[in-house]
């Protein structure tokens, strides 16, 4: 691994070093799998090539080819040998590429993966990780560019992240490897290239617990993901106007952190949920029922949601910008939400 | 094991017919290698968004494959799909134009590289995911024989999608149920990165065949004529209720997996691609048909001249058409 000296030398003056989301995540499984001889890395091209996205970039120079494994186009025998490997105490981490293709492996994961501690009666543990790219954006088309974490968030027994920048794509990776339970890592394919703050040390965020990206008072906006950072940017176009939203990353959208977005909820007394799948029971539906629930009473206006509209996601890169949600319908939403009360 | 095919004839009338065999297969291939290489100049130029995965080095496949099927004949293809779209006919113009994300695109700009479909010549589309057209072409050949048609289907797949369940399970299904189903391996050596030595134990991928109790041949897939026979002998064979049977042609792509040129890692050599370069498929048709004057050099380079303009005004015609509208964005979600 060169990682860790080359952004010494690249910050010599003490600043905090940067690394781009791609190479924390790299360096975050890289100190995982130092930490614990069972982590191994099985996935298509993960090894030989580091990657399709350089996730995996030198891990077989370290590791060696018995910790990382290239493997078939087989995603059902592998995330099968992940369930079974987790189950004889490894801790296997599985790669799926690009997320759509969890169509073709789905039973592994949801069937087996997820209930086997709960059917076993607790007899044994399923630490498995399955790491993925997901997220619109580059003209990828339909069939590689899904958010579908609500598919997953829905499955009693699946733990699922979603780093929003490079600290966390370090972090909830670390703590994913760590967890007991299969965790599904999705990072997002258009953050790959952005740098953000990471410390040297390994370190993990914990699953379940929300961050407060930017603190306001008129708007709680909940972003997941690559929204995160939409979200930011319209928090800076709307303070220009006098409007402070404050930005809530749940980090996990499974389990998730309710209780950090009702005390925001409780103080600017409106909502707004944002998030790259389609709006139509997604991640935006689930919490704002909860929301209504238990804040009812703070609520000057109805919890708004900003998903994608009810298609596939287009080919063509102008409906595509139509299509994914951004900055701007993001300022948008919090201006109606203002304008309602 | 699965048979190696090599048949040359010596009759005269066959000769002829072949010599028209050939200039078919000649100019299919020169449109696939055309659409192609421009596509890639584009691609590198970042006129295009999204993936491309040129097929380039395997037009004898496409060509071969296509030339032995009739219009109503139904094929499924993959993300390598460019080459077998233009080898079953569909437009030059539409293609671009999806390529483009216009509206007058095969997909209307929804689906890009990967979806192209067209249905008025049989082309039941591209595919995003590894192996998932093979069940399809399965489904088509099902509904073929429910309507009491004679139409077959065809289905082109790599040598990596053999590793998913889609493809034994397709196979399985269309043997089981008797269906007029061509598969064809088109065994390039590689899985995106990784060569088939990593990836699966077999030399030769039709001995899967046996596996699901269809016949497997094995073929030069750089000699577009050889590849046709094989597949003119399938076809006819499913298209007289024999059930399905497999085709692994053995090829090569001249390009890196996504785009032209590799970035990173040299996953190949330099040696092995210049050798399959020496074979390239265009040049050996070539070659053959100006030493047994089934053509002459000036035929064939008219060939490619009137391919090269037709490719050069599909390509404005792309250029110029409208992007769709975004007020569309739920076009085409459900039927009704
Ligand atoms: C289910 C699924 N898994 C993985 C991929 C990513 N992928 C796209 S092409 C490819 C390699 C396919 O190899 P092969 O079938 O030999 O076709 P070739 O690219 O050589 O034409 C892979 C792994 C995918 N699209 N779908
Ligand atoms: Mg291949």
Redesign the pocket.
């Known amino acids: 691994m060169t990682t860790i000296t080359e952004a010494r030398a690249a910050a010599p003056d003490g600043t905090a070093r940067k690394l781009s989301y791609v190479k924390a995540f790299n360096e975050g499984l890289a100190q995982a799998m130092r930490e614990d001889e069972n982590v191994f890395v099985a996935g ?1 091209d993960v090894a030989g090539y580091g990657g399709v996205f350089r996730m995996f970039d030198n891990l077989l120079d370290e590791f060696g080819p018995r910790r990382m494994i290239d493997t078939p ?1 087989s ?1 059902a025998a592998l995330v099968g040998l992940g369930v079974g490997a987790a189950a004889r105490g490894l801790r296997p981490v599985v790669d799926l ?2 997320m759509d ?1 969890i169509g ?1 492996c789905l039973d592994q994961i949801v069937n087996q993966a997820a209930k086997m501690k709960y059917m076993f009666g607790g007899a044994l543990s399923v630490p498995l990780t399955i790491t993925t790219a997901s997220g619109a954006g580059l003209g990828a088309a339909a069939q590689h560019s899904q958010s579908l974490e609500a598919w997953l968030a829905h499955v009693p027994g699946l733990k699922v992240v979603m780093p929003s920048d490079a600290y966390t794509a370090k972090g909830l990776t670390v703590s994913a490897i760590r967890d007991d339970n299969p965790v599904v890592v999705m990072l997002n394919k258009v953050l790959l290239g952005s740098a953000g703050e990471v410390p040297e040390e390994i370190y993990g965020i914990p699953l379940g617990q929300a961050h407060t990206a930017r603190q306001g008072s008129d708007v709680t906006v909940i972003a997941l993901g690559r929204m995160v950072g939409e979200a930011l940017a319209a928090a800076d176009e709307l303070a220009v106007q006098g409007v402070e939203i404050e930005v809530i990353d749940p980090r996990t959208v499974q389990p998730l952190d309710t209780e950090t977005m009702f005390a925001s909820v409780r103080r600017t007394n409106r909502a707004l949920v944002v998030h790259e799948a389609v709006t139509f029971g997604g991640l935006g539906a689930e919490i704002a029922a909860q929301i209504q629930d238990a804040a009812f009473d703070h609520l000057d206006a109805p919890v708004l949601r900003i998903g994608a509209p009810f298609s596939p996601v287009p080919f063509s890169p102008v409906l595509e910008k139509a299509y994914v949600p951004d900055r701007a319908r993001i300022a948008e939403g919090c201006r109606r939400l203002l304008e309602r009360s | 094991m699965a048979q190696r095919t090599s048949k040359k004839s010596a009759d005269p009338a066959a000769n002829q017919e072949t010599a028209q065999v050939v200039k078919d297969l000649h100019e299919r291939m020169v449109r696939i290698r055309l659409f192609e290489t421009e596509a890639g100049k584009l691609m590198e130029a970042g006129r295009l968004p999204g993936f491309l ?1 040129l097929y380039v080095g395997q037009e004898a496949v496409a060509a071969g494959v296509m030339a032995a099927l009739r219009d109503d004949d139904q094929i499924t293809s ?3 799909g460019h080459g077998h779209a233009v080898a079953k006919g569909v437009g030059l113009r539409e293609m671009y134009a999806e390529l483009y994300g216009r509206v007058t695109g095969a997909c209307l700009g929804r689906g890009g590289s990967m979806h192209i479909n067209d249905l008025t010549r049989g082309m039941l589309g591209a595919n ?4 998932a057209g093979v069940p399809i072409a399965v489904g088509a050949a099902f509904a073929a024989r429910y309507k009491g048609e004679d139409s077959v289907a065809v289905t082109f ?5 053999t590793n ?1 369940g889609a493809f034994h399970e397709g196979a399985n299904m269309a043997a089981i149920l008797g269906l007029p189903v061509v598969f064809v391996c ?1 065994n ?1 050596g ?3 990165f990784t060569p088939q030595s990593g990836h699966m134990l077999l030399t030769d991928v039709a001995d899967r065949a046996a596996a699901y109790g269809m016949p497997g041949v094995i073929v030069d897939g750089m000699d577009a004529l050889a590849v046709h026979r094989a597949a003119a002998d399938a076809v006819a064979r499913a298209r007289a209720g024999a059930g399905p049977m497999m085709i692994e042609a053995k090829t090569y ?1 001249f390009y890196d ?1 996504q785009g032209v040129k590799g970035l990173r890692h040299p996953y190949r050599s330099d040696e092995e691609v210049a050798e399959w370069k020496a074979r390239d498929p265009i040049d050996l048709l070539e070659a053959r048909a100006v030493a047994d004057g089934t053509a002459t050099r000036a035929e064939l380079d008219e060939v490619w001249q009137r391919t090269r303009d037709e490719v050069a005004e599909a390509i404005a015609y792309a250029e110029a058409s409208p992007l769709p509208d975004p007020a569309d964005l739920l076009l085409n979600v459900y039927s009704g």
Do not use: P
């Not at chain 2, 797949?157 to 999608?161: H, L, P, Q, V």
């Open positions: 298509e186009i995603e590429m690009f293709f073709v | 995965h993959t993300h390598r995003g995911i590894v192996g797949f790599g040598d990596g999608a998913i088109e390039n590689y899985a995106e792509r997996h």
